[in-house]
């Protein structure tokens, strides 16, 4: 399978099954956009016929020989070893779990997937032992994992601080008897981040992820606290002063574009600006009804913003002056394994999510859905059959990833929102698929770029 795209001035090759990248003149685009996937040894007379206007003979003779190199050598119309593999996904042990330990926040973010934390519920915080026994069920559900993954999430995490602390340390305790490494995330708005918290953040957690939407109108105009005032005066000189402290510990800054700021580009510098090097920004994934939700009839502006922002983060990187912005970070050398590029994240297979009291679900987006819940650490109840319903879903299993270019990057979407905006997990949604696309066409731009140098 081949997708071919133009970028920026670049003419872009992507061998899909094996993954090379070949960065070609107008050529060889061309000539690759008139062959089959099957490509004969004899550059075939209609392909000569089509090109022989703007190109001599022995030009187009000489780069087909070129791409029957690239063929031979298994990087161009190579076959496909992946599905093979697709019938054979089992149920893995579980490795990483995302818990709730707050089901409140004190911000009213309007484009809140959780319903401003309380996922359909009332505000709620876990007690401890309810943390205690989910990292109980952690670890006696990992058998063979060593490394162990725990993201504190909300609501806001901050808000039930005291258990995040003890549960830290719970697990702490249990690493050499079970032969675990616990690796911990958290995610906060950093409305209550102080010094004292920042020192326990930087010392326990291996990544922290700080939301801030970019330009202070544009932040406040979603991001706004329970009296309804903005929240960007409050937390920028926190997050400024956090990731000072954090030095070269792991974090970034996640924020949010709507369809009022299409030119999210300005957000994204914005965030450097203010000394953030690891940023983040992400399309809102929302009832389409809502007024801020991207349509399908924006994508044109948001690809041409992406597009923009790609050239931007090129130019400074060449410049030896850049930071990383998360979608654009790509490995085109080796990239995930196998599993991970049929399957995914692990939703419902080796990532659960534990709301406060003590639900266990597919993931942090399925929470507060009844009809989901896949078992409960207070009882030790698991529920294996959905488990691998979750195992088996990969890019094979859905219809519409098995002929898409772009289906070993993403490994078929998010499952959440599949099932929220298509009715099924193994239903791409169609907006996510389209933007995510785009978005690997500018990170392979920018590798191309850097390759030049």
């Known amino acids: 399978m081949i997708h071919r795209f133009e970028n920026n001035g670049y003419y872009i090759v992507l061998d ?122 952690l670890v006696s559900k990992s058998v063979g994992r060593r490394n162990l993954e725990l993201d504190f999430f909300g609501g806001e995490p901050l808000m039930n601080f005291d258990v995040v602390k003890k549960t830290v340390a719970y697990a702490r305790s249990l690493e050499k008897e079970h032969g675990k490494v616990f ?24 990544n922290v992820v700080l939301s801030l939407d970019g330009r202070k109108e544009i932040n406040d105009a979603m991001r706004p606290n329970v009296g309804g005032k903005g929240s960007y005066d409050t937390i920028v000189p926190k997050y400024q002063r956090f990731v000072e402290q954090r030095g070269d510990k792991d974090y970034y800054v996640r924020g949010t574009f709507t369809k009022n700021n299409l030119d999210f580009t300005k957000d994204v510098l914005h965030m450097a600006e203010l000394g953030f090097d690891q940023v983040s920004i992400e399309p809102v994934v929302s009832d389409p009804s809502l007024p801020f939700s991207i349509q399908e009839e924006d994508l044109p502006r948001v690809f041409e913003e992406y597009d923009k922002l790609a050239k931007v983060i090129l130019d400074m990187k060449k410049q030896g002056k850049s930071f990383n912005f998360f979608h654009f970070m790509l490995d085109l050398d080796q990239g995930p394994c196998a599993i991970k590029r049929l399957r995914g994240c692990g939703c419902g297979n080796e990532y659960a999510a534990v709301d406060p009291d003590g639900r266990v679900f597919p993931c942090h987006q399925f929470v507060g859905k009844p009809e989901w819940q896949m078992g409960d650490v207070l009882t030790g109840e698991y529920d294996l059959d959905a488990k691998a319903r979750f195992a088996r879903s990969t890019v094979y299993s859905k219809e519409k990833c098995r002929d898409c270019w772009a289906k070993f990057y993403c490994s078929g979407g998010c499952n959440a929102n599949n099932q929220q905006y298509e009715g099924d997990i193994l239903k791409s949604h169609t907006l996510s698929c389209e933007l995510e696309k785009k978005r690997l066409e500018c990170a392979i731009m920018i590798k191309a770029g850097l390759a030049e140098e």
């Open 16 to 137: 899909v099954h094996s993954g090379a990248v070949h960065v070609v003149d107008k050529l060889a685009y061309d000539m690759v956009g008139l062959l089959d996937e099957v490509m004969p040894d004899q550059c075939p007379d209609t392909v000569i016929n089509s090109l022989k206007g703007e190109n001599t003979l022995q030009d187009i003779l000489d780069t087909y020989t070129e791409l029957l190199q690239l063929r031979d050598a298994g990087q161009l119309f190579s076959p496909d070893d992946y599905e093979q593999f697709a019938d054979r996904m089992v149920s893995s042990p579980l490795k990483a779990m995302c818990l709730h330990v707050s089901h409140d926040c004190n911000l009213r973010c309007k484009y809140c997937f959780a319903g401003q934390g309380v996922y359909g519920g009332k505000p709620k915080e876990m007690p401890f032992d309810v943390a205690k026994a989910a990292i109980d069920f």
């Open 183 to 206: 690796r911990f995330t958290m995610t906060t708005n950093g409305i209550l981040l102080n010094d004292k918290i920042a020192d326990f953040l930087n010392r326990e957690m291996n």
